[in-house]
């Protein structure tokens, strides 16, 4: 099967690149290189599959709609998986022209080529920031999502509605994942444990905002990818899906837990909690178990222990 992978040489795109390369798709992956971090590390998550026959790498930006019509007209694909997107909520809340640019116009260009060249099935990324301050736990796909407090969640959520529409009017089958807190090898390195691991390891201050009882669902990468593989075999209608490990862990947790891997003590400095941050993301993946079979296996003391190795390697 031929697919277009969009943000595919990012953190999660480059492990789904590789996944879909070993189980004999093809891949046209479309990548901007976007200076929100050095472009080496883009590259380097490539490196192992960039000259694999059934990798194609195209550098350019979702909102070039000629680029984009260039592409779909070329290569006639069966699906599309669309990650590429503006990442980070802090940044999002100072710039949020651009990432409505991109992550909105961006998306409505992709659909509007899905339509225009008849590609049918599409997986979007979405995010748990979509859930906003829920009050509701664990986070539902049932539950209200109209109250996002950053740019970001909101440029996902318009994502979302834009995929349903797309899918009422043209009868694509879509879905669309909100995933939760993810990490492991290649996490970018503006996210908490990639930055508080690096800080560790030089003995520099780890900024924490708040008072570190903020709490999250982190997610191992390899567990993001299995379940990506499940949606895109279970791909039919419309759908929402959690992808998240349904259990929680707070920031001061997270530290504790690089200390005794790294076996070194943290430097902590705590700071005034910063606007956009969402307060607590708890996963409930009953539906995504029970549709797709999405089923997560990594714990989060393995799931450390794996991102410092890496980090150790590099």
């Known amino acids: 099967m031929k697919i277009f992978l969009t943000g595919g ?90 990432y409505f640019e991109v992550n909105i116009n961006g998306t409505i260009n992709i659909l509007e080529n899905a339509n225009k060249y008849g590609v049918k099935k599409m997986i979007f990324a979405s995010s748990s920031s979509v859930y906003g301050n829920n009050e509701k736990v664990p986070f539902a796909e049932t539950d209200f999502v109209d109250h996002p407090i950053s740019p970001y969640a909101a440029s996902k959520k318009s994502g979302e509605l834009l995929c349903y529409t797309y ?45 570190g009882s903020f709490k999250r669902d982190f997610t191992y990468v390899d567990d993001t990818i299995s379940g990506i593989n499940q949606a895109i075999k279970n791909l039919k209608n419309f759908n929402v899906y959690n992808f998240g490990n349904s259990r929680t862990i707070s920031v001061l947790e997270m530290i504790k837990e690089l200390e005794e891997s790294l076996n070194k003590k943290a430097i902590i400095d705590f700071k005034e909690q910063q606007p956009g941050d969402v307060q607590l993301t708890y996963a409930d993946i009953t539906k995504s178990k029970k549709e797709i079979g999405y089923n997560p296996q990594f714990n989060f003391k393995l799931g450390i222990q794996n991102f410092v190795n890496w980090i150790k390697g590099q």
């Open 9 to 98: 040489a990012g953190f999660i795109g480059s492990h789904l690149s590789e996944s879909l390369l070993e189980q004999g798709h093809s891949v046209v992956c479309l990548d901007n290189f976007d200076d929100f971090y050095n472009r080496s590390i883009k590259e380097r998550n490539i490196s192992s599959f960039k000259n694999n026959p059934e990798f194609r790498l195209v550098e350019g930006d979702i909102r070039d709609v000629d680029l984009l019509s260039k592409l779909f007209a070329e290569n006639g694909f069966a699906l599309i998986v669309h990650l590429a997107a503006k990442a980070g909520v802090r940044p999002s809340v100072e710039d949020p022209q651009e």
């Open 167 to 211: 899918h009422s009017l043209y009868d694509m089958d879509i879905s669309c994942l909100r995933f939760f807190t993810v990490y492991g090898p290649r996490q970018r390195p503006d996210l908490a444990i990639h930055k508080f691991t690096r800080l560790i390891l030089e003995d520099k201050p780890i900024p924490v905002y708040g008072d």
